[in-house]
């Protein structure tokens, strides 16, 4: 009965921030002709129910491309289609083709918000509540804890409920997969994992550690006896969800082809906006998007990328463990979005989930993190009109973590779980004292909070300089790049050197 208690009230207060943020403006509020991402989900309700699916994603007179044309994987075309059967049956001015583009009112406002709503109360904050009641050697006050911290992460809530998007979906779908596999329910974790693909192609993020944590799975138990069952089981899952999600899309190859160049935009470079990554960070002293053609930025980016990802992938492959995933999701969704391909700055938020994930074994990484993940989207929230929500819900957070979370502000070797990384260096380092580390990592925070705070209150009350009229956006995006090359650092240091000799190797 506590523990019900403690939930619902951890529940009831997520759910109160994200309706109170809703009631802020949304992405291009105001602005035609083109509007935001308000319009554009708006949009693709008005293409799905207009228009055949063979021209969802074909530019034709009915269906200009350059105007929000769809460019998310079939599952978001289709859950889209469902909210205009909906829309229509209210009001079908809201998705009537043509005269609905630009559409703005108080009604329509409220059930475009009360659709990411109920997603957000259906798929995603379920699995959070399941996920942290399947904690184990923690209390149900810290389980309920957990729960509250994760559901006031303010990055998630400030794009899906003020900016305007359906990321509760995508990022509900593969924590669904992460809870299917932690119980050893690996078909229904194939399953989730697919959907989340289907529904947003970022997800391609989180895809390649669970791939090598159930490959692991299946070579422990053997390739010759269950191992290969195993695997070839969720195989035929893995086929036969993606070809059911893309059967309308299958009938002709320029179909398949057509959805999947819109997918994968290649024609738009290595990056389009002010992106807290690599290549937008390294731009600011080399134009490497002038210097490189664009097959050599994508074979430069997958090459990196890949480097990247090796250590943690290899290492879950051969020693598969529950922790070594959690771990290994959050340093391949970093590395993802530092070396990848055409990022996106909301694409923070697939890094952002498994950090969530980690939130009570790291407790002080974690929610360093999520402040900066945060910060690295100040431009497109101010941009928003999203400014005093972004402060609210930052300070909330920090406070649900200060008081909630266990010795979140301890920065000790046991803390940051990096005692055997540590012991390593000693012998080649021996006069390296205990307290370095601590103090270093405290010093190093309290700069990134202080760059943050000068930040926002710089770009919020002075005028950038006519020559550089980006000048915040960019240190904003080049400062949380710092911090995300600083984190990911840590995290493959936390991956590589946990369970040297087998130690915890059935962990929750």
């Known amino acids: 009965m506590e523990k ?13 921030v994200r309706w109170t943020v809703s009631l802020h403006s949304y992405s291009g ?93 259906m798929i995603y904050i379920p699995a959070v509540v399941l996920y ?28 899906d409920h003020g900016h305007f998007q359906y990321n509760c979906v995508s990022l509900g779908l593969a924590l669904w997969g992460v809870l299917g596999v932690s119980r050893d329910w690996d078909l229904l974790g194939s399953l989730a994992f697919c959907l989340a693909l289907n529904y947003k192609q970022m997800e391609l993020y989180h895809s390649l550690p669970f791939f090598c944590f159930l490959l692991g799975k299946c070579f422990q138990k053997g390739l010759k006896g269950k191992g290969l069952g195993s695997l070839l089981r969720l195989a035929c899952t893995v086929v036969a969800s993606c070809a059911l999600c893309w059967l309308p899309f299958l009938t002709e190859w320029e179909q398949t082809l057509q959805v999947l160049r819109r997918l994968f935009p290649v024609d738009r470079g290595l990056f389009e906006d002010k992106v807290a990554n690599v290549w937008c960070s390294l731009s600011v002293f080399v134009k490497v998007k002038d210097l490189l053609l664009r097959d050599t930025q994508i074979l430069i980016s997958f090459l990196i990328t890949l ?49 969530c994930l980690v939130l009570h074994e790291v407790p002080f990484m974690s929610a360093w993190f999520l402040l900066v993940s945060t ?80 930040l926002t209150l710089m770009s919020v009350t002075l005028e950038p300089p006519r020559k550089y009229p980006d000048l915040f956006a960019v240190l904003v995006c080049f400062v949380s790049c710092l911090n995300f090359l600083l984190f990911l650092a840590y995290f493959n240091i936390v991956i590589m050197w946990d369970s040297k000799n087998g130690r915890r190797k059935k962990t929750n």
């Open 307 to 355: 480097l990247s990802v090796l250590p943690a992938c290899v290492k879950l492959t051969l020693r598969p463990s529950l922790r070594g995933f959690r771990f290994a999701l959050v340093s391949c969704a970093l590395s993802f979005f530092l070396f990848s391909f055409q990022v996106h700055e909301k694409s923070i938020l697939l890094v952002a989930l498994p950090v």
């Open 375 to 454: 910060f690295s989207m100040l431009p497109l929230l101010l941009r928003d009109g999203l400014l005093l929500p972004s402060v609210a819900t930052t300070m909330a957070f920090c406070m649900a973590c200060a008081a909630l979370l266990p010795a979140w502000a301890e920065a000790s070797e046991e803390a940051l779980q990096l005692g055997a990384f540590l012991a390593a260096v000693r012998k080649h380092l021996p006069y390296l004292k205990p307290a370095l580390l601590p103090h270093g990592i405290r010093c190093l925070f309290l700069a990134s909070v202080t760059t943050m705070v000068l």
């Open 132 to 159: 942290c009641c399947c904690l184990k050697e923690i209390s149900t006050k810290k389980k309920a804890a957990s729960a509250l911290c994760i559901l006031l992460y303010p990055g998630l809530i400030l794009i």
């Open 29 to 121: 509020a105001g602005k035609p002709p083109l509007f935001g991402d308000y319009e554009a989900q708006r949009h693709w309700q008005e293409v799905t129910l207009n228009l055949p699916v063979r021209q969802w994603y074909f530019n034709s007179s009915d269906n200009d491309l350059q105007y929000w044309g769809l460019d998310y994987p079939p599952l978001t075309a289709y859950h889209s289609l469902l909210c205009a059967y909906v829309a229509e049956r209210i009001e079908p001015a809201w998705v009537a083709l043509y005269t609905s583009r630009g559409h703005e009112s108080a009604a329509h406002k409220l059930f475009m918000r009360a659709t990411v709503f109920i997603a957000d109360l």
């Open 4 to 16: 019900c208690y403690w939930m619902a009230v951890a529940i009831l207060m997520g759910l109160t």
